[in-house]
């Protein structure tokens, strides 16, 4: 167990779920966990999650965005459901990293699950040396230079989408989305630099991209943001069933 994680401390699970085929409409549920023990292998064993009152039995094998809310801040990495146990009257799970433990800005963190459309663009040599500096790029552009993804979160710091194209390491992108927030339509061009680009593993023929904005208009962030926060409170008031 990573030194920086210690018994106690709570954690936020996220499902990967990466089918192009799944509800557009449907929200993931963010589980809370905490921290209980370390295994022989090195597992982390943490509590069962509840669930609007009910303990999720969450399946072995499933892959989860988690996020440890710890003395050192917030660490983050992608884990897999290794087992699940029953120790007495507590339900465990024991979950394995899959990616190194990452330290987070807490304004950054809050990921919105969403199934939205969005289109990017691989950027050439010289306009990329030009956007790295700062400066504009002027370039005409066609339809038909955008490739289709779609958003399966969102947040202050970069998008996870997947698409039908693999895009190298590194490369610089510009992406363009769409988002209403109380009621009014907006659109976002922002650059980004490609953090990850993998075979999905639930579908072959896609591939799943983690992008990180690049030099984002700090307005531009702080509507993302404050949108985030938004739809995440209207959610934690749902699950409570206050009105």
Same mark, same amino acid.
Request: hydrophobic residues 35%; aromatic residues 10%.
């Given at each position: 167990?990573?030194?920086?994680?210690?018994?106690?401390?709570?954690?936020?699970?996220?499902?990967?779920?990466?089918?192009?085929?799944?509800?557009?409409? /449907?929200?993931?549920?963010?589980? *809370?966990?905490?921290?209980? $023990? &370390?295994?022989? =292998? +090195?597992?982390? !064993?943490?509590?069962?999650?509840?669930?609007?009152?009910?303990?999720?039995?969450?399946?072995?094998?499933?892959?989860?965005?988690?996020?440890?809310?710890?003395?050192?801040?917030?660490?983050?990495?992608?884990?897999?459901?290794?087992?699940?146990?029953?120790?007495?009257?507590?339900?465990?799970?024991?979950?394995?990293?899959?990616?190194?433990?990452?330290?987070?800005?807490?304004?950054?963190?809050?990921?919105?699950?969403?199934?939205?459309?969005?289109?990017?663009?691989?950027?050439?040599?010289?306009?990329?040396?030009?956007?790295? /500096?700062?400066?504009?790029?002027? *370039?005409?552009?066609?339809? $038909? &230079?955008?490739? =289709? +993804?779609?958003? !399966?979160?969102?947040?202050?710091?970069?998008?996870?989408?997947?698409?039908?194209?693999?895009?190298?390491?590194?490369?610089?992108?510009?992406?363009?989305?769409?988002?209403?927030?109380?009621?009014?339509?907006?659109?976002?061009?922002?650059?980004?630099?490609?953090?990850?680009?993998?075979?999905?593993?639930?579908?072959?023929?896609?591939?799943?991209?983690?992008?990180?904005?690049?030099?984002?208009?700090?307005?531009?962030?702080?509507?993302?943001?404050?949108?985030?926060?938004?739809?995440?409170?209207?959610?934690?008031?749902?699950?409570?069933?206050?009105?």
């Amino acid at each position: 167990m990573d030194k920086r994680i210690t018994i106690g401390d709570k954690i936020d699970l996220k499902k990967i779920d990466k089918r192009l085929s799944a509800d557009l409409d /449907k929200v993931m549920p963010n589980y *809370i966990s905490q921290v209980l $023990d &370390e295994a022989e =292998n +090195g597992d982390l !064993l943490v509590a069962m999650p509840v669930y609007e009152g009910r303990v999720i039995p969450l399946n072995v094998g499933d892959e989860y965005d988690t996020t440890f809310y710890t003395k050192s801040g917030l660490l983050n990495c992608r884990t897999v459901v290794t087992g699940r146990y029953k120790k007495g009257a507590l339900f465990l799970l024991a979950l394995s990293t899959l990616s190194e433990l990452k330290k987070i800005q807490r304004r950054e963190y809050f990921r919105l699950n969403c199934r939205n459309p969005l289109k990017y663009r691989v950027l050439g040599e010289d306009e990329r040396n030009e956007i790295e /500096k700062g400066n504009t790029y002027d *370039i005409q552009l066609e339809e $038909d &230079e955008w490739k =289709n +993804g779609i958003m !399966l979160d969102l947040s202050g710091g970069g998008i996870r989408f997947v698409s039908a194209f693999r895009d190298e390491k590194d490369v610089m992108l510009q992406v363009r989305f769409e988002f209403v927030h109380e009621g009014n339509p907006i659109m976002v061009y922002s650059y980004a630099q490609l953090l990850r680009c993998e075979v999905s593993e639930n579908n072959k023929s896609i591939y799943d991209h983690r992008i990180k904005f690049f030099h984002m208009d700090r307005n531009v962030r702080e509507s993302i943001i404050k949108y985030i926060f938004d739809i995440q409170r209207q959610m934690r008031v749902k699950e409570s069933g206050m009105k």
